[in-house]
């Protein structure tokens, strides 16, 4: 999906971007560093850090035992004393097992300590399915931790907003949660060679429109697109904003887009029940902006069921383009 908000430039896949954004902080700041498992000479499991140990060395590239909470306790421990590292999880599946350093740890310090200590520490995790592999290896889990008070959540969905959002997590002074999706590492977009930031909290319009706002994240933002571009020739035209950011979320751009289309849904793949899709519609729900709904707000998230094995079930176990467009129909005709 090109990146219509930036000037022509350069393409870098999605995984080349986060490993030029990697290199650039490491270069500018010796604070920064970054660990996990295979992430050295291997290349990390999805090739993401590739040559990185060869440029910076085994002490700034580290390869770590197979063990998520202590990754997540050194990062965490580090962070604490002035260090800036980047965790990588070879699957955001795994994130479970270090749960009490990064919920019980990670969040809370800086509120403990009155401020006077933070945790500067960034956690990058391959998520979700559509590469066939199961129930333990394919979760959206970042609803979870959209829920926690001091910790911050991302899901680019494009390269240049994968090098500009972990620029920004890389400065911030509190924990930030990078969920990437497995599917996009190979795609590519323009981004810029200098180094640079995508603000924290702030959506993005990926397409005007004026039938209905489909609020998306991560791959589902493709998704949203092609179904958007699909409709069009039936004259329904879909807005697609790209909420990049699931903690702090841009309720504004949300509430404008929706009070200018009058309709509303919800597009994510993690859970349904209790997913990021409810806090939405919740919001709008008590906002001004629900005044100018002309239908009930939609949501479309995962079924509640472990991710299949099975290609055929697994991508009937998520939001795919055609329940995209059956539910703008819908909204179009009324909901």
């Known amino acids: 999906m090109p990146d219509t908000t930036l000037p022509a430039t350069r393409e870098l896949s999605y995984a080349e971007a986060i490993r030029e954004a990697l290199a650039q902080a490491m270069e500018a700041d010796p604070r920064v560093f970054t660990l996990g498992e295979d992430i050295g000479v291997y290349g990390g499991a999805f090739?993401?850090?590739?040559?990185l140990v060869h440029r910076f060395g085994e002490e700034r590239v580290i390869d770590t035992p197979i063990?998520?909470?202590?990754?997540?306790?050194?990062?965490?421990?580090?962070?604490?004393?002035?260090?800036?590292?980047?965790?990588?999880?070879q699957f955001s599946d795994f994130v479970t097992l270090a749960m009490e350093q990064i919920v019980n740890q990670a969040a809370k310090i800086r509120f403990m300590f009155g401020g006077k200590a933070s945790v500067p520490m960034v956690v990058r995790m391959p998520a979700g399915s559509g590469?066939?592999?199961?129930?333990?290896?394919?979760?959206?889990?970042?609803?979870?931790?959209?829920?926690?008070?001091?910790?911050?959540?991302?899901?680019?969905?494009?390269?240049?907003?994968?090098?500009?959002?972990?620029?920004?997590?890389i400065d911030d002074p509190n924990p930030v949660l990078i969920f990437e999706h497995k599917l996009l590492y190979k795609t590519k977009g323009h981004v810029p060679a200098e180094p640079y930031r995508v603000p924290i909290g702030t959506a993005v319009t990926r397409r005007a429109g004026s039938t209905a706002t489909v609020v998306a994240t991560s791959i589902m933002v493709h998704r949203a697109l092609e179904a958007a571009e699909a409709l069009a020739p039936e004259g329904i035209d879909a807005?697609?904003?790209?909420?990049?950011?699931?903690?702090?979320?841009?309720?504004?751009?949300?509430?404008?887009?929706?009070?200018?289309?009058?309709?509303?849904?919800?597009?994510h793949e993690g859970v349904r029940t209790l997913g990021i899709g409810a806090e939405i519609a919740a919001h709008v729900a008590g906002s001004e902006a629900f005044d100018f709904l002309d239908a009930p707000i939609m949501r479309l998230g995962g079924r509640d069921a472990p991710l299949p094995y099975n290609p055929v079930l697994e991508k009937a176990a998520v939001p795919q383009v055609p329940d995209i467009v059956a539910a703008l129909r819908s909204l179009a005709a009324g909901g």
């Open 47 to 51: 090739g993401v850090t590739g040559d």
């Open 131 to 169: 590469t066939g592999a199961a129930a333990q290896h394919s979760q959206s889990l970042e609803a979870w931790f959209a829920h926690v008070p001091g910790l911050k959540v991302v899901q680019p969905s494009t390269p240049h907003d994968a090098k500009g959002l972990l620029l920004a997590a």
């Open 239 to 267: 807005e697609v904003i790209d909420l990049r950011s699931l903690r702090p979320i841009d309720t504004a751009a949300i509430e404008a887009s929706a009070r200018r289309t009058g309709r509303l849904l919800v597009v």
């Open 67 to 89: 063990s998520e909470l202590g990754i997540a306790g050194a990062a965490v421990g580090a962070a604490i004393t002035g260090m800036r590292p980047v965790l990588e999880f």
